[in-house]
């Protein structure tokens, strides 16, 4: 594939990725919070998370800047990468309908805040970070650059060693035995594995 039509798609995954968010921020903004967890660690993490999804990225497709990390893909790993990109919106809208809004994009707890089970939340707790962890799959698959293409990796790994565990803490702390029991019932992020 044309390195040119397979950094498009994944920058107008990107684009999608954005488009699904923007009505469930404006649900947010009607919450009223009861329990909030923003730290400055939480606050960094997102920050990496956002330089390797999106900034290194679109650094990669305006400028030069990072060709010397270069390489070739047979044209089957640019498909595969499409069809991993596609899974992985599908799975972050599903997310973001099931959760409804429970959903918020820092570890916080609305007033009224449910548990949310069914869906796609009925055999993964964090299909939303699934989804993350899809599209750092797809990315060097499509973007075919060392840097651009496995920083989104790099700040997942960040993302989960430090995210995953504090937001269980939270959930548990607010729904208790209800939590214990869906956390017995479920994996973290791939059905029935891990
Ligand atoms: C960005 S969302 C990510 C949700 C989930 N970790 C996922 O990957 O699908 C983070 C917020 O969702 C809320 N949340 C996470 N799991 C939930 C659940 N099963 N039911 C209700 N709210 C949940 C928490 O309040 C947290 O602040």
């Not at 800047?65 to 089957?76: D, M, R, S, T």
Request: charged share 15%; net charge positive.
């Amino acid at each position: 594939m044309n390195p040119f039509v397979s950094k498009s798609i994944f920058m107008l995954g990107i684009v999608f990725w954005l488009l699904i968010r923007i009505p469930y921020q404006q649900i947010q903004k009607q919450n009223i919070i009861v329990d909030q967890r923003k730290t400055l660690q939480e606050k960094i993490v997102r920050l990496l998370l956002l330089v390797g999804i999106l900034l290194l990225p679109l650094i990669h497709v305006l400028f030069p800047w990072l060709n010397f990390a270069n390489y070739h893909l047979p044209i089957w790993a640019n498909g595969l990468g499409t069809a991993i990109l596609a899974l992985s919106l599908w799975l972050f809208w599903r997310s973001h309908h099931d959760l409804g809004q429970n959903w918020s994009s820092t570890l916080e707890i609305r007033a009224g805040h449910t548990l949310s089970t069914s869906g796609v939340y009925r055999n993964i707790r964090h299909p939303m970070y699934t989804s993350v962890l899809l599209l750092c799959i797809a990315q060097p698959l499509l973007l075919s650059n060392l840097i651009a293409g496995l920083s989104g990796f790099i700040g997942f790994s960040i993302a989960y060693a430090t995210r995953i565990g504090q937001e269980e803490q939270m959930l548990l702390d607010t729904f208790g035995d209800e939590y214990e029991v869906y956390k017995q019932c479920t994996k973290r992020l791939i059905p029935y594995l891990f």
